[in-house]
């Protein structure tokens, strides 16, 4: 398994592996061409070295997971800097292989060598084993999380 920054060339699979859910079918706007809005924003992620959208490979370098790596600076804890952890994606042909735990492994050394102090997730509460996962892992419920849609 390969662990690499996302390029132009690895949109279309990141898409598809992001509408590739019950939650994501809903609302991700998979088709090829993809619609420009996707485009712009890898660029605009491409650009800000707070953002590292990643893909992960396999042995024969195809695309078989996604995540987004997002550093936000902070002035409390000292000036700290907290890791969010979004949008991560195994292809369903690679679950149940222990990849998921790999790359979460992959992110929280990630997230130590850019010195954040912590990294947190938001999770939907429609998808229970990903909360159980993410509960084995050792991540901990310890705020309740509000969003306001427009």
Same mark, same amino acid.
């Given at each position: &398994?390969?662990?690499?920054?996302? *390029?132009?060339?690895?949109?279309? @699979? !990141?898409?598809?592996?992001?509408?590739?859910?019950?939650?994501?079918?809903?609302?991700?706007?998979?088709?090829? @061409?993809?619609? %420009?809005?996707?485009?712009? %924003?890898?660029?605009? !992620?491409?650009?800000? @070295?707070?953002?590292?959208?990643? +893909?992960?490979?396999?042995?024969?370098?195809? +695309?078989?997971?996604?995540?987004?790596?997002?550093?936000?600076?902070?002035? *409390?804890?000292?000036?700290?800097? $907290?890791?969010?952890?979004? %949008?991560? $994606?195994?292809?369903?042909?690679?679950?149940?292989?222990?990849?998921?735990?790999? +790359?979460?492994?992959?992110?929280?050394?990630?997230? /130590?060598? $850019? /010195?954040?102090?912590?990294?947190?997730?938001?999770?939907?509460?429609?998808?229970?084993?990903?909360? $159980?996962?993410?509960?084995?892992?050792?991540? /901990?419920?310890?705020?309740?999380? &509000?969003? &306001?849609?427009?």
């Amino acid at each position: &398994m390969n662990f690499r920054e996302a *390029t132009k060339n690895d949109l279309a @699979p !990141i898409v598809a592996l992001l509408a590739d859910d019950k939650l994501g079918s809903q609302r991700e706007n998979y088709k090829e @061409p993809l619609p %420009a809005e996707y485009q712009i %924003a890898f660029e605009q !992620i491409r650009a800000d @070295p707070n953002q590292e959208l990643i +893909v992960v490979e396999d042995n024969h370098g195809e +695309v078989i997971g996604t995540l987004q790596l997002s550093f936000i600076q902070y002035l *409390t804890y000292q000036g700290g800097i $907290r890791a969010q952890i979004e %949008a991560v $994606r195994i292809r369903k042909d690679h679950r149940g292989q222990g990849l998921g735990q790999q +790359v979460f492994e992959w992110a929280i050394e990630r997230a /130590k060598s $850019r /010195k954040a102090h912590l990294l947190q997730l938001t999770t939907d509460k429609q998808r229970p084993d990903a909360i $159980r996962f993410y509960e084995d892992l050792g991540f /901990k419920a310890s705020h309740i999380g &509000m969003k &306001m849609h427009f």
